[in-house]
């Protein structure tokens, strides 16, 4: 291509509508596919919440009170598909699927617009290949095709708008209603999701190393209003809209999530900081490939002797000397790079909390952004300082188109939840919740369906959670209910056995025991589980019901009046006790005790029963 060619090429390149349009393209081409996809795993969480609440626009004020999954306070997703049943009358996979890939389309072109403010037009070229770099990362596949992540698309669509009202503000002529923009699309952002408080860090990153003229004062300023407007938004928060939930928050990370949780001590939090810092320099890099979940026993996370620890501390160091030469010669990209990369990933680098799954490849959703563009940096410095020609933009375009074939056979994993178990799975064997997670969906599937070959799958996938984790109770008792609906009472009572013996406090294991063997005609083995039960839960109407109907059956009558005229004797206020009462004396053509045994039973609790339904 002779100079003059490559002016005009270079030039149209430039156009910000040709750089929209191939940006559309290249998000048409990857997601366009998705419109036929089903929902996926915890695609339930969006779907079970606005099942039925969302009829007329009074009702998406109802959606403030509602919880995302008992996990974070998330409204601004959940009005999101509000609107999409409002206008298309129910929710609908395709419909969803479009609106994911519209809004990824937003980010693209609200990030680029970003990087043209901050940069200006000296590498507007540079920015673009970052950007499709972006677009095609097969790390943000999972983001995208993923319904329920609309959160992390939300978040990071208001996080660059705010900030670019920001920016804009300390650019350009400092207008009130800038800064203003910018704090209520930073409000947005974090009612989506709070990792949208990395832009906050961005922002403040950029006036502190960036703002020549008056930057302490500036940086100042920006501090307070950061603290002012985190304060309302926690005291708002924290103080009325969660205190009025519909189901109360509960963010406690489990071990078999992060054994982390378990013990959070400062020099454990170090450790596993630099390990994370590598994971997840591997997914930005790619040299580990995406997965539905890691978890406990995927990664090593607390180990101070592995490659991964090692590794962490010198990228970390590469890290900060290179912020320090860029930030020496005003080097402005490679500065808000590493700002950016640092302010928007350290919430999860399982330092300030343990996070679930250890990693996740949409933690670094947003930090992906910055990674993308100091990648394509990289390229042109190295090979600027070398002196090898003018081919880094090749050497982009090359990695662009790999990583845009991989993307699109990853997004096929997401069909449903089969494609992406069954993808991703066999890779998974050593992950105890990736293999829980297989377990329940192929059981939930399995009694939608009735094939015995989900309820196969669904045992499969659980013995393979407990052989990782013997000493769990969930997957024990899931791989019980899964041999009982297959009718192998003997594998049954083995593991529910085991899940009995791995938490002494556990009333359910016994009571399944109980009524495989109440199942199996086996009455007298049935009550001694029943009763070992019911000294772990005393006030467990089912298993009162269940030892008197044992009694009974067994035409053991006084046992059966005695065992419930006991509880009365303890607890007067046991309703489960007059109702056994009531139906015994029912049973026996004794109407008038039956009635008083029923009426003093609803006074305890007990549900009026009609009628009809006495027999």
Same mark, same amino acid.
């Given at each position: 291509?002779?100079?003059?060619?490559?002016?005009?090429?270079?030039?149209?390149?430039?156009?910000?509508?040709?750089?929209?349009?191939?940006?559309?393209?290249?998000?048409?081409?990857?997601?366009?596919?998705?419109?036929?996809?089903?929902?996926?795993?915890?695609?339930?969480?969006?779907?079970?919440?606005?099942?039925?609440?969302?009829?007329?626009?009074?009702?998406?004020?109802?959606?403030?009170?509602?919880?995302?999954?008992?996990?974070?306070?998330?409204?601004?997703?959940?009005?999101?598909?509000?609107?999409?049943?409002?206008?298309?009358?129910?929710?609908?996979?395709?419909?969803?699927?479009?609106?994911?890939?519209?809004?990824?389309?937003?980010?693209?072109?609200?990030?680029?617009?970003?990087?043209?403010?901050?940069?200006?037009?000296?590498?507007?070229?540079?920015?673009?290949?970052?950007?499709?770099?972006?677009?095609?990362?097969?790390?943000?596949?999972?983001?995208?095709?993923?319904?329920?992540?609309?959160?992390?698309?939300?978040?990071?669509?208001?996080?660059?708008?705010?900030?670019?009202?920001?920016?804009?503000?300390?650019?350009?002529?400092?207008?009130?209603?800038?800064?203003?923009?910018?704090?209520?699309?930073?409000?947005?952002?974090?009612?989506?999701?709070?990792?949208? =408080?990395?832009?906050?860090?961005?922002?403040?990153?950029?006036?502190?190393?960036?703002?020549?003229?008056?930057?302490?004062?500036?940086?100042? !300023?920006?501090?307070?209003?950061?603290?002012?407007?985190?304060?309302?938004?926690?005291?708002?928060?924290?103080?009325?809209?969660?205190?009025?939930?519909?189901?109360?928050?509960?963010?406690?990370?489990?071990?078999?999530?992060?054994? =982390?949780?378990?013990?959070?001590?400062?020099?454990?939090?170090?450790?596993?900081?630099?390990?994370?810092?590598?994971?997840?320099?591997?997914?930005?890099?790619?040299?580990?490939?995406?997965?539905?979940?890691?978890?406990?026993?995927?990664?090593?996370?607390?180990?101070?002797?592995?490659?991964?620890?090692?590794?962490?501390? =010198?990228?970390?160091?590469?890290?900060?000397?290179?912020?320090?030469?860029?930030?020496?010669?005003?080097?402005?990209?490679?500065?808000?790079?590493? !700002?950016?990369?640092?302010?928007?990933?350290?919430?999860?680098?399982?330092?300030?909390?343990?996070?679930?799954?250890?990693?996740?490849?949409?933690?670094?959703?947003?930090?992906?952004?910055?990674?993308?563009?100091?990648?394509?940096?990289?390229?042109?410095?190295?090979?600027?300082?070398?002196?090898?020609?003018?081919?880094?933009?090749?050497?982009?375009?090359?990695?662009?188109?790999?990583?845009?074939?991989?993307?699109?056979?990853?997004?096929?994993?997401?069909?449903?939840?089969?494609?992406?178990?069954?993808?991703?799975?066999?890779?998974?064997?050593?992950?105890?919740?990736?293999?829980?997670?297989?377990?329940?969906?192929?059981?939930?599937?399995?009694?939608?369906?009735?094939?015995?070959?989900?309820?196969?799958?669904?045992?499969?996938?659980?013995?393979?959670?407990?052989?990782?984790?013997?000493?769990?109770? =969930?997957?024990?008792?899931?791989?019980?209910?899964?041999?009982?609906?297959?009718?192998?009472?003997?594998?049954?009572?083995?593991?529910?056995?085991?899940?009995?013996?791995?938490?002494?406090?556990?009333?359910?294991?016994?009571?399944?025991?109980?009524?495989?063997?109440?199942?199996?005609?086996?009455?007298?083995?049935?009550?001694?589980?029943?009763?070992?039960?019911?000294?772990?839960?005393?006030?467990?109407?089912?298993?009162?019901?269940?030892?008197?109907?044992?009694?009974?059956?067994?035409?053991?009558?006084?046992?059966?009046?005695?065992?419930?005229?006991?509880?009365?004797?303890?607890?007067?206020?046991?309703?489960?006790?007059?109702?056994?009462?009531?139906?015994?004396?029912?049973?026996?053509?004794?109407?008038?005790?039956?009635?008083?045994?029923?009426?003093?039973?609803?006074?305890?609790?007990?549900?009026?029963?009609?009628?009809?339904?006495?027999?």
């Amino acid at each position: 291509m002779n100079d003059k060619r490559k002016v005009v090429y270079t030039n149209v390149l430039h156009h910000n509508g040709l750089q929209w349009l191939i940006l559309f393209i290249v998000v048409f081409a990857l997601y366009s596919k998705t419109l036929s996809f089903d929902y996926n795993l915890d695609d339930y969480i969006i779907t079970d919440s606005l099942d039925g609440k969302v009829n007329s626009l009074s009702d998406l004020l109802s959606l403030f009170k509602l919880s995302y999954n008992q996990a974070d306070y998330r409204p601004i997703v959940f009005i999101s598909f509000g609107i999409e049943r409002l206008i298309f009358g129910s929710l609908n996979p395709a419909v969803s699927h479009g609106v994911n890939a519209c809004l990824y389309f937003l980010i693209c072109i609200s990030a680029l617009k970003l990087f043209n403010i901050l940069f200006k037009q000296e590498h507007r070229l540079l920015l673009l290949f970052g950007i499709l770099l972006f677009c095609v990362h097969p790390i943000n596949t999972e983001a995208v095709v993923s319904i329920k992540c609309r959160d992390n698309l939300l978040s990071m669509l208001f996080g660059l708008t705010s900030t670019i009202f920001f920016i804009k503000y300390f650019e350009e002529k400092k207008r009130a209603y800038y800064l203003i923009t910018a704090i209520v699309f930073s409000i947005i952002a974090l009612l989506s999701k709070k990792d949208a =408080l990395g832009f906050w860090v961005f922002s403040f990153g950029y006036i502190l190393f960036l703002k020549r003229d008056r930057k302490v004062f500036y940086a100042v !300023i920006v501090g307070i209003v950061f603290i002012i407007v985190g304060s309302i938004y926690s005291y708002v928060v924290d103080h009325t809209l969660t205190k009025n939930l519909s189901e109360p928050l509960l963010t406690q990370v489990t071990f078999t999530e992060n054994p =982390l949780a378990t013990n959070f001590t400062f020099s454990n939090r170090l450790v596993a900081s630099f390990n994370t810092f590598y994971y997840y320099f591997t997914k930005l890099t790619y040299t580990s490939s995406a997965k539905y979940y890691y978890g406990y026993q995927y990664y090593d996370v607390l180990t101070a002797k592995s490659i991964s620890f090692f590794i962490g501390i =010198l990228l970390f160091i590469v890290l900060f000397v290179a912020f320090v030469y860029a930030f020496i010669k005003q080097n402005r990209i490679v500065v808000l790079c590493i !700002i950016g990369l640092a302010g928007t990933s350290i919430y999860a680098l399982n330092f300030f909390l343990p996070v679930a799954g250890i990693i996740a490849d949409r933690y670094i959703f947003i930090a992906n952004l910055f990674f993308c563009l100091l990648i394509v940096y990289t390229f042109r410095f190295v090979f600027d300082y070398l002196k090898i020609g003018n081919y880094h933009f090749h050497i982009t375009a090359s990695v662009i188109v790999v990583f845009s074939i991989i993307s699109f056979i990853r997004i096929d994993a997401w069909k449903n939840f089969r494609t992406l178990i069954d993808t991703d799975a066999p890779k998974l064997y050593n992950s105890y919740e990736a293999m829980r997670i297989a377990a329940s969906e192929y059981y939930d599937e399995y009694k939608l369906t009735e094939k015995p070959a989900d309820l196969e799958q669904a045992i499969m996938y659980a013995e393979k959670a407990n052989t990782i984790y013997p000493g769990n109770v =969930l997957v024990y008792l899931l791989s019980g209910k899964f041999y009982f609906n297959k009718g192998d009472y003997n594998n049954a009572i083995q593991r529910f056995k085991i899940a009995a013996h791995n938490n002494d406090t556990l009333s359910e294991a016994l009571i399944l025991i109980g009524d495989i063997y109440y199942a199996s005609k086996n009455s007298d083995s049935a009550l001694i589980f029943y009763k070992k039960a019911l000294t772990i839960a005393p006030t467990n109407s089912e298993l009162i019901n269940n030892i008197s109907t044992v009694y009974y059956e067994q035409g053991n009558k006084e046992a059966s009046l005695e065992f419930n005229y006991d509880l009365i004797a303890k607890d007067s206020t046991t309703f489960a006790a007059y109702e056994n009462l009531g139906y015994y004396y029912l049973a026996e053509k004794d109407t008038i005790k039956a009635q008083y045994y029923f009426k003093q039973g609803e006074r305890f609790g007990l549900k009026p029963i009609p009628i009809n339904q006495r027999n």
